[in-house]
C-alpha cells in the first residue's frame, strides 16, 4: 500500500514541530542538541518528499 507523499511530508513536519517544542522543555543540553539534530532530519525528509513531488509534476506531461 502506497501512502501519499504530501501526508509523509506533513507528518514529517508535525514530528519535527513537536520535537522543537519537547526541547524547550529539557535543560540537559546534550539530549536538547540530538532533538534538534532529528527536528532537522524529519524537516529535510519532509523538504525531500515535497522536492521530488514537484519535480514529478514539472516531468509529467499534461494530458489533453
Given amino acids: 500500500m502506497e501512502t501519499d507523499p504530501e501526508a509523509t511530508a506533513s507528518q514529517y513536519r508535525r514530528e519535527a514541530e513537536h520535537l522543537r517544542h519537547a526541547v524547550e522543555m529539557i535543560e540537559d543540553a546534550r539530549l ?17 518528499i515535497e ?3 514537484r519535480l514529478r509534476l514539472i516531468e509529467t506531461p499534461a494530458r489533453p
Fill in 32 to 48: 536538547r542538541a540530538q532533538l534538534l539534530s532529528i527536528a532537522r532530519q524529519y524537516d529535510a525528509a519532509a523538504g525531500s
Fill in 51 to 53: 522536492q521530488e513531488r
